[in-house]
């Protein structure tokens, strides 16, 4: 049973519905409780997975017949399970995506050593402070979050008919960025490092993609709302930009480079783990708007290098596979599986 109780679709619950597929072709069953209204709900039921509304402990309780574990990924989901599986000998799994440092230490500690048997870590970034605030390191596992790799890249002509749509011209250079608008996440960066460069590169075009509020940005920058088709997204880009003053892991990154473009991003949390300095992209310090401009100066005044860099990121991309996070992911299960058979 998956636990998740967001009622948007942003990359926990994408990250989510991947896993299900992955481990749904490893053979597993697998039901998924989220709310009745919610993004995930639908395209949970869409892709053939039984779905159950979740409306609390004792509702999600009544669907655990038959289920030898449950698995939360986030921190209210974990809540919820611990409640309704309180009693009933079965393995607790949580995901732990972000990397904030916890408010409350010893919380933090207890609601993680005491609710649940073992623990994903989305990256290095995200274990580290598990440890920090005094969660055992051995019921710890880094899983970095999985994404599709793209069976091969963008033809030019795909790359022509997508910058097209979104209104670039020949000669313009295109950094995108793709995420929920929100403070963590620097889209307020970005559209400020475009600005300082208006003189300086006038052929810079911006694209915000997602979802959320913000102020209007001047002509140079668009905001399409929410990308349905990424593969289009991802070909009408010269370069990906991740301002993040936090990210726990940074999907839409390696999402990226497995689409061949190079990225900036800040160099925080999971984001240190995905871009490999020099040579699929930058790390800037996050939060610096005149970084992030430098970065992308350097960016296009070598696009030969950019391309080399985006070949390099193709080639690096199979690593954070969907397939490869459902192994991994099914071996962790299997550990706390056999230690409950042992007892």
Not at 16 to 26: D, Y
Not at 206 to 225: K, V
Not at 311 to 330: M, V
Request: aromatic fraction near 6%.
């Amino acid at each position: 049973m998956h636990v998740d109780t967001a009622v948007s679709f942003r990359g926990g619950q994408e990250a989510l519905l991947l896993l299900a597929r992955g481990l749904r072709s490893r053979g597993h069953q697998q039901k998924i409780a989220s709310p009745a209204d919610s993004a995930l709900t639908r395209q949970a039921a869409e892709n053939g997975f039984e779905t159950i509304p979740l409306t609390g402990p004792l509702g999600l309780r009544r669907h655990l017949q038959r289920c030898q574990i449950v698995h939360s990924h986030s921190g209210r989901a974990q809540t919820i399970a611990f409640a309704a599986t309180m009693r009933i000998p079965l393995v607790r799994i949580t995901t732990r995506h972000v990397a904030f440092e916890p408010r409350h230490a010893a919380v933090h500690r207890l609601k993680y050593t005491k609710t649940c048997d073992g623990i994903i870590a989305v990256s290095e970034a995200v274990r580290r402070v598990l440890v920090e605030a005094g969660v055992p390191d051995g019921k710890i596992e880094v899983i970095h979050t999985g994404i599709e790799i793209p069976s091969a890249p963008a033809t030019q002509e795909q790359r022509a008919a997508a910058r097209d749509k979104f209104g670039f011209r020949h000669g313009d250079f295109v950094a995108g960025h793709l995420g929920a608008f929100t403070f963590e996440k620097g889209q307020d960066i970005a559209i400020t490092a475009a600005q300082t460069l208006r003189a300086r590169m006038p052929q810079l075009r911006l694209i915000l993609a997602g979802e959320g509020a913000l102020a209007a940005a001047p002509g140079a920058i668009i905001m399409p709302g929410f990308i349905e088709n990424r593969e289009e997204f991802f070909a009408a880009l010269d370069l990906f930009v991740m301002p993040s003053r936090s990210e726990g892991w940074g999907l839409a990154a390696a999402e990226a480079l497995a689409h061949g473009v190079p990225v900036v991003a800040s160099a925080t949390g999971g984001l240190t783990e995905i871009v490999d300095p020099g040579a699929t992209g930058w790390l800037v310090l996050a939060g610096d708007a005149q970084a992030l401009a430098g970065a992308i100066v350097e960016a296009a005044s070598d696009l030969e290098r950019l391309r080399e860099m985006g070949i390099r990121a193709r080639i690096s991309a199979p690593r954070f596979s969907s397939d490869r996070t459902a192994e991994l992911t099914e071996a962790f299960y299997k550990r706390f599986l056999h230690a409950s058979a042992e007892i």
